[in-house]
Structure formats: structure tokens, C-alpha cells
């Protein structure tokens, strides 16, 4: 159709990107090779990845004349297909505008102009898996597929509370045994493991009884019958989730069931590669084969130094030995494309980077063979900050310090500082920019630690309040959503409405202590909120008393339909934060109503029947006792946009594939001493939960037992977590904790030292950035 030099010409000055090969060869040589070319691409970080996966597709298109619906591409998340979808469809219609205005393509101007780039396959596996499943018109079974949140409420009400299982000592000894740890574990704990056990069962397609029967403790087989119950349980429904729906869509594609689905693609191209299992890399390999056969390939892209996500079941080694298993199981040998140009970050950002990822030796063995350093290709105008620290003797002084660095840069004449003789200014733009600008990154967002006690990300929301004008924080994960205030005063309103005083709630025998208590505190805190002293809520309280009247022609209503009734009398909750947690708790409702006989609705009858009872006893156990327990998290895809006027909290795993000017990442807020109960966050001493897991299980498995050692593999995911973080500034990058992770502290008249990978420790115990001597200190 179109030639390739023209589409480059078209590339650079229609759409601004310079792909030619004097400029990028990296990028030039992906976009550039040919449709039969296989293609394996290491893309670090802020090279420009998305540019050349959309512009890879867009050249498919434009000039190798493959049709759109022959193309199949995913990525790791919701949220980044939609973005990916958007701009291959922004991009690519301006290049078809540009193309048909060319009078040397008049003759196929109305070829071009019946390209749809919507017929593009593109989304995450499961999407694609349940599209797969669902057009498939001859075999199909109308099955649903459920979010993850809602695969943690049915494994605690079949799996555990329908059996009483949850109070089993064997259950939670085996579970311990399994994990490697000791730890007192609650009902929604015990969910998680048995529901990451079952997932490696699919993900790692291995042998389940083999598994079990391997383990003479009473316990395993009690975590079997939880698990087939489960599974069973979402049959008998016809609902699948995740690891199921990818485990249904391979076993179709291996029956031929799908093969009207197959015969026409061409292109598989697959994003984020490093974060695949093997469930997901023989589906792909699959695909991948009828594409090959239909003279297309397989493009695969990622980065393993990104690699994060070993607790939801990825093997960096499918990414990191892709070459060779491509090989071994399709006969093919992609071309290596290592793109290296970072155009995000500054170069002093970019060495920092580099000089980490290179500081232990071991970790070299677990990266891509022949993989070159980033390198800081910006050519805009920057400042080159040096990358700096803020470290301080205890955690209330440094969460006030980082608030007043903040509250300069945001609301005041900026932050002033003088380095190598040189004057720095570091304010965020008047008109361009917000707090948004500004992230704070930590192993986890959490504003209380185990024992209650605030953590970094609560002290310094507090501190930011306290300016005038204040400055918002947007952290919608730092509490359990259950002890969330606004949810709190919700959940404790409808119970108010559906169960005045708890009545029914207190003929429940089997509901869960923890539960009972926090419906208790959720209608205390409702019930205050409505009868305040001022009496700011009287039609709400009017509403408590007579909203049945309002709805008994309807003889049912639904759950959602009450909440928007009660949240107008709630103005908290319409705000960002608020926001979300009402359509987690809406999601709640509209998922757990596929397994419930009532669908989630509250039946009316002036006699209070039986009826009326049960669909209030099931409303309470399927909506609110998961949120509660707190089985429910929030799910950061339903997020657009991060709100523009709040600085963001995230963990580093949240915060994977964004990027902001002013990234602060906290090393050390959690660490006064060499504690070893938390040496898992920065130095582990065990190997940790999910490489325990991945070692007692993986024997069992196609892939057999890692190549690495488990201590090994959890040093470097620390090492990984750490090089994503540090990787997603732009501009400044701020690294704070407390003294004693930069300069020890004494004991017992000795100074001992808090080891820590983050702040440039090696896992052979050499502290190469001794006393963080390579930053500059504020």
C-alpha cells in the first residue's frame, strides 16, 4: 500500500516522532522489519515503547496491507490497552488523512479510507479470552467472568465460612507451611493464600493432586476441598474467573473449538511480556502458531528489570529465556531489538538508575544476556538536578520536612539549594502544573503498620493539611476500605435501612466475629453522623424511617438504587477518593449479585416475611461481609485519570508505567533498627511468601523448579522494584527515610548498620553509596 519511506516521512512530520534510522536505529529497526519477522524487544525504561508498539501496528497497516482484524495485541492491564487504543486510533487517523490528501495514493483513496482501526484485537489476555469465548457462537456457554475481588468474597463464603473452615489449625499450619512464614492468620488471609495456590495451579498448569498428595499433613487436604469447592462453585454458576476464563480459552484453542478465531490473524504482538506466566505464554504460543502459519509473527515486549508482579503468578524467565523457548517450541528466531534511549528522565536520574541496577553482581545472571544500559536521550530544555535525600532522626520530623519541601515547591517561592557551585530552584510551574505533579512512592501505601501506628503516608497527610491553603493527598489504597470514614458512614447507613439496629444481624450465628464488630463501629459512626448535635442531617434520618414506604409498590429494591437515594446526604463521597470507593462498593454489588438468589436486591413486604429476612441475611453476607473482613481492594484500572490537584501516594507496583516530574521514593521511613521482621522490604533473610510458594509448588509444574534460588530471586525483586521506582522521574528524584538507614545508629555503645537495597547494598552485605554519600542532602 503505502511505502515504508513515505509512512516514515509521514511518522516524523505529521505525528512528531523521528523514527528514521540515523535518529532511534533501535526504534527504526522494530517498526521497520518485516511482517515474517519475529521480533523479541527489551524496551527499558522511558524509551519510548508505546510509540513503537502503535507505530509497529499502524506500519502493519499502512504498509504491509494487513488488515486491522488480523492483528491481535494485549497488554498487562485495562488501563494501558485503553490508552494503547486510543492512540493507535488517534495516530492512525491522522496518518490515513494525510495518506489519502496524497495525490501519488488517489488510486487507493477509498482502500485507505475503509480502514477501521477498531477491528484491531486489542486488550488484556482476559479480554480477549472472554471476546474469544463469547463469538464464539457454536460452542458457546454463557459464562461470566468476576474481578478478583470478588474471587477472594466466594473463597471465604464457600470455600471457608459454608464449612466453618476458617477455624481449621490444620488449615492455617499447612498454609504457613506452604508460604514459609509463622504468621497469626485471619479469614481474609487464609482466602488470599488459597486463592494464590489456586491461581499457580492454573497459571503454572500443574499437577494439583500430585501437589497435594505429596503432603502427608492434614491440612493440605482441607486447602483441596476449599479449592475444588470454589471451583466447583463458579461452574455450577457458570461464572469463570481470570485464571479459569485463560484456562477455558486455551483448552478451546487445543480442542480446534476456536479455530474460526485463529485463521485470519497474522500479528501477535504482546506487551509487558516480562509480567506473562505460562498459562499465558502457551495461549500466546498458540496463537502465535496460526499466525506464523499464516506468514505473520509473534512481537514480544517488555523490559526484566520491570518485572514486579511474581506474587500474582509472572515468571521472569519466560521473558528473559524467550529466545530459546520460542525456538525449542515454534522453530523461529525472533530478532533481538534492545531499545535503550531514555526520553523521560534526566541524565543524572538516568546514571542513577544504571549505577543501581549494576550494583549487585549476582543480579546481573538474572538479567537479559547482551542487554545495553539506559541512556538519557531528552532533548528538550531541563535542568539537570542531582538526585537528592532527605533523611531524618525520626518519622514525625521527616514527614514535617518533606511537607514544608512540598508546600514550598507547590504554593511558595520554591526550594532554593546550591550544589557544586551552582544555583538550583526547584518550583512546580504556576500554570502548567499541580500537586499532581509531585508522587510519593513506598513499598506499600499503607498509613498504618501492623500495629496501628501511622506510617509515613498518614503523618505527612496530616502535615500537608495543616497549610493554608492545604494540600490533598490521593491515596485510595492507604486503608483497608472497610475503615475507610466515608464507606464507614455508607455501609453503616444502608445496614441502618435494610436491618434497623441489627436484628437480624444478631440472629446470624456463623457471622464472623470481625465482621459483626465492624457492621457494629459502621452503624455507630452512621448513626452519630445523622443525629449530630447540629442536626444537619434531618431529612436523612427522615429517610431511615420511612425510605420503605417510598418504595413498596416496587415490592423489591436494589442495593445500588438505595445507595444513590442515601449519597446525596453524603457529600463526602462524591469527592476523588469518594468517588472511587462508592464504585468499588457499586462493582461490590453488581458482581456478587451473579451468585446470589436475591441478585442483591432487598425484598419489601409490609409483613416482614421470610423472604424479606433472607434477602437481608444475603445482602449481609455477600456485599458487606467481604468488605469488612477486608476482601475487597480497589482496583487502581477503574482510574481515568489521577485527580489534578492532589499529590499521590502509590505503591511502586501502583505506580508501574506512569512517570511525573517529582518522584519521592521512600527508602527508609519504616526502618529505625536491622529489625528482621521487616528485612523482607529491603534485605530478605527468608526467601518470602511468594517464592516460598513458587519453590514447593513449581516441582509440580510444567515449567519444574526456578533456576535461581528462592533467597535469590527475592533479592532481586527488591533489586526490580527499586529500579521501577527510581525509574519514574523525569525531572527530580528524592529519596527519604531516616537516619538510621543512611548513617546506622548505635547499640549497646556499638554502631550497627540497617542493610538495605535500596539505599545501594549489595546481597553479599557491601554497601557500595556508604552513608548515601552519592546524594545530595536536603
Not at 535503550?340 to 549476582?362: A, W
Request: charged residues 30%.
Amino acid at each position: 500500500m503505502i511505502s515504508y519511506s513515505d509512512f516514515e516521512k509521514a511518522v516524523v512530520n505529521e505525528l512528531g516522532r523521528d523514527i528514521r534510522s540515523t535518529v532511534n536505529a533501535d526504534q527504526n529497526r522494530a517498526i521497520n522489519s518485516s511482517k515474517d519477522t519475529s521480533l523479541f524487544i527489551v524496551a527499558g525504561p522511558g524509551s519510548g515503547k508505546t510509540t513503537v508498539i502503535v507505530l509497529k501496528v499502524l506500519k502493519f497497516i499502512f504498509v504491509d496491507n494487513i488488515e486491522p482484524s488480523s492483528i491481535l495485541a494485549t497488554t498487562f492491564t485495562r488501563k494501558a490497552a485503553s490508552e494503547l487504543k486510543s492512540r493507535v486510533m488517534e495516530w492512525g487517523n491522522k496518518l490515513k488523512s494525510d495518506f489519502m490528501d496524497n495525490p501519488k495514493y488517489f488510486h487507493i483513496k477509498e482502500d485507505l479510507n475503509k480502514i477501521n482501526f477498531k477491528n484491531i484485537i486489542l486488550g488484556t489476555i482476559d479480554s480477549i479470552s472472554e471476546d474469544a469465548l463469547r463469538n464464539s457462537v457454536d460452542f458457546y456457554i454463557p459464562y461470566t467472568v468476576i474481578e478478583d475481588f470478588v474471587s477472594s468474597s466466594l473463597m471465604i463464603k464457600v470455600g471457608l465460612l459454608d464449612q466453618d473452615r476458617q477455624k481449621d489449625r490444620s488449615l492455617k499450619s499447612f498454609l504457613n507451611i506452604i508460604r514459609g512464614s509463622r504468621s497469626r492468620l485471619n479469614i481474609s488471609m487464609i482466602s488470599q493464600i488459597l486463592l494464590e495456590i489456586k491461581d499457580r495451579i492454573y497459571h503454572d498448569r500443574m499437577d494439583f493432586n500430585k501437589f497435594i498428595s505429596n503432603y502427608e499433613h492434614p491440612g493440605a487436604k482441607i486447602a483441596h476441598e476449599a479449592i475444588y469447592d470454589y471451583i466447583e462453585d463458579l461452574k455450577d454458576r457458570n461464572l469463570l474467573d481470570f485464571s479459569m476464563l485463560e484456562d477455558e480459552f486455551l483448552r478451546k484453542i487445543q480442542n480446534g473449538e476456536l479455530d474460526s478465531f485463529l485463521e485470519n490473524i497474522k500479528i501477535v504482538l504482546i506487551d509487558e511480556y516480562q509480567d506473562t506466566n505460562l498459562l499465558q505464554e502457551t495461549i500466546y504460543f498458540e496463537i502465535a502458531k496460526a499466525a506464523i502459519k499464516n506468514k505473520g509473527s509473534i512481537i514480544v515486549v517488555g523490559d526484566d528489570d520491570q518485572s514486579l508482579y511474581r506474587f500474582r503468578g509472572a515468571t521472569v524467565d519466560l521473558f528473559k529465556d524467550f529466545k530459546d523457548r520460542v525456538g525449542d517450541q515454534l522453530s523461529i528466531k525472533p530478532i533481538f531489538v534492545n531499545l535503550s534511549k531514555n526520553y523521560r528522565s534526566t541524565k543524572k536520574v538516568v546514571n542513577f538508575c544504571n549505577e543501581f541496577v549494576y550494583l549487585d553482581r549476582n543480579f546481573q545472571d538474572a538479567r537479559v544476556s547482551g542487554k545495553k544500559s539506559i541512556v538519557s536521550s531528552r532533548i528538550e530544555p531541563f535542568v539537570d538536578f542531582p538526585v537528592l535525600g532527605m533523611f531524618r532522626g525520626d518519622i514525625n520530623t521527616l514527614a514535617k520536612d518533606l511537607a514544608e519541601f512540598i508546600n514550598k515547591i507547590v504554593y511558595g517561592d520554591g526550594f532554593n539549594f546550591k550544589y557544586e557551585k551552582k544555583v538550583y530552584d526547584i518550583e512546580i510551574d504556576r500554570n502548567k502544573g499541580s500537586p499532581a505533579d509531585i508522587s510519593l512512592l513506598c513499598s506499600s501505601p499503607l498509613e498504618l503498620d501492623f500495629k496501628g501506628n501511622p506510617r509515613l503516608s498518614h503523618l505527612l497527610k496530616d502535615e500537608l493539611s495543616k497549610f493554608n491553603p492545604q494540600i490533598p493527598v490521593f491515596n485510595p489504597r492507604g486503608q483497608n476500605i472497610g475503615r475507610v470514614n466515608v464507606v464507614e458512614l455508607l455501609c453503616g447507613t444502608i445496614l441502618e435501612c435494610i436491618d434497623p439496629a441489627g436484628s437480624i444481624q444478631e440472629e446470624i450465628r456463623r457471622l464472623p466475629r470481625n465482621a459483626v464488630s465492624r457492621f457494629n463501629v459502621w452503624r455507630k459512626k452512621a448513626l452519630n453522623y445523622i443525629k449530630d448535635e447540629k442536626n444537619e442531617h434531618q431529612e436523612l434520618d427522615i429517610f431511615l424511617n420511612t425510605w420503605k414506604m417510598e418504595f413498596m409498590d416496587k415490592k423489591e429494591i436494589s442495593l445500588i438504587e438505595l445507595i444513590y437515594k442515601i449519597i446525596k446526604w453524603v457529600p463526602e463521597i462524591q469527592d476523588d477518593e469518594g468517588l472511587i470507593y462508592l464504585e468499588v462498593i457499586i462493582k461490590t454489588i453488581e458482581q456478587t449479585s451473579l451468585f446470589s438468589d436475591f441478585k442483591s436486591n432487598i425484598i419489601l413486604d409490609p409483613q416482614k416475611s421470610l423472604q424479606e429476612r433472607n434477602s437481608i441475611i444475603e445482602s449481609l453476607w455477600n456485599v458487606f461481609v467481604p468488605i469488612a473482613l477486608g476482601a475487597i481492594n480497589i482496583d487502581l484500572d477503574i482510574l481515568e485519570d489521577l485527580p489534578k490537584n492532589r499529590v499521590n501516594v502509590m505503591s511502586i507496583h501502583q505506580a508501574k508505567g506512569l512517570e511525573f516530574p517529582i518522584v519521592i521514593v521512600d527508602v527508609g521511613s519504616d526502618f529505625k533498627m536491622n529489625y528482621a521482621r521487616d528485612s523482607f522490604k529491603r534485605f530478605p533473610g527468608t526467601p518470602g511468601k511468594s517464592c516460598t510458594i513458587e519453590d514447593n509448588m513449581r516441582e509440580f509444574s510444567l515449567l519444574g523448579k526456578p533456576k535461581r534460588d528462592a533467597l535469590d530471586r527475592a533479592f532481586d525483586d527488591i533489586i526490580r522494584q527499586y529500579f521501577v521506582a527510581f525509574s519514574r522521574s523525569q525531572n527530580i528524584l528524592l529519596l527519604v527515610g531516616l537516619n538510621s538507614v543512611k548513617e546506622g545508629y548505635y547499640f549497646n555503645g556499638d554502631i550497627r548498620f540497617v542493610p538495605n537495597m535500596a539505599t545501594g547494598w549489595d546481597r553479599n552485605m557491601n554497601w557500595h553509596w556508604n552513608g548515601l554519600e552519592n546524594l545530595f542532602h536536603i
